[in-house]
């Protein structure tokens, strides 16, 4: 736990206000409870959180999609929310393959975009036909750019959602996309 002492006395200890900033108006979890349910999420699959929070969002996906199916991973738990799982992204890569969905939200853009790019790459290749992922956009444009082309780009600002469109900072709507999967990446 030393290694991780300082994110919990930031987050947890209150430095940061991690109590209010990662909570119902989270944009993970207004893009959970408000895009989710319109993307036709295929119905079998994992569907998983890498980056929790407080797990507001986890506890989200558990209402839609049922607890058996949900999984969530980050450094802390502070909750003790029963579906997430402990796992440091910059060592070990999530054990889940078959994924209907997964939002990638480890660390923030400007300290782990290296992170993100390889979990990125790594839930292209398990992400099943018809599957989403909800990662950033500049991310999205580098694969597009680099010729990756097994993904579909579904902009957050298309979806007419009042809750999203409030505060476009906050809720991500142009920093943020949904890739669906339209067929197998090839190798």
Request: charged share 25%.
């Amino acid at each position: 736990m030393n290694r991780f002492k300082e994110q919990w006395d930031n987050y947890f200890e209150g430095k940061i206000s991690i109590w209010s900033y990662f909570g119902y108006q989270y944009h993970s979890n207004l893009i959970v409870k408000h895009v989710v349910p319109k993307l036709n999420i295929p119905p079998e699959g994992k569907i998983i959180q890498l980056g929790t929070g407080l797990g507001i969002a986890v506890e989200t996906l558990c209402n839609l999609f049922g607890s058996d199916r949900v999984v969530g991973y980050d450094l802390f738990n502070p909750l003790r929310h029963p579906n997430i799982q402990f796992l440091d992204t910059e060592v070990q890569i999530p054990p889940r393959n078959k994924i209907a969905f997964i939002e990638i939200d480890i660390g923030s853009m400007s300290h782990a975009s290296e992170n993100r790019k390889k979990l990125l790459n790594w839930a292209l290749e398990n992400t099943i036909i018809g599957g989403c992922i909800l990662t950033n956009k500049k991310l999205a444009d580098e694969l597009k750019k680099d010729g990756v082309d097994n993904f579909e780009i579904i902009a957050l600002n298309s979806f007419d959602i009042p809750e999203l469109w409030s505060n476009v900072h906050e809720s991500r709507l142009n920093t943020k996309v949904i890739l669906r999967i339209i067929k197998e990446r090839e190798k």
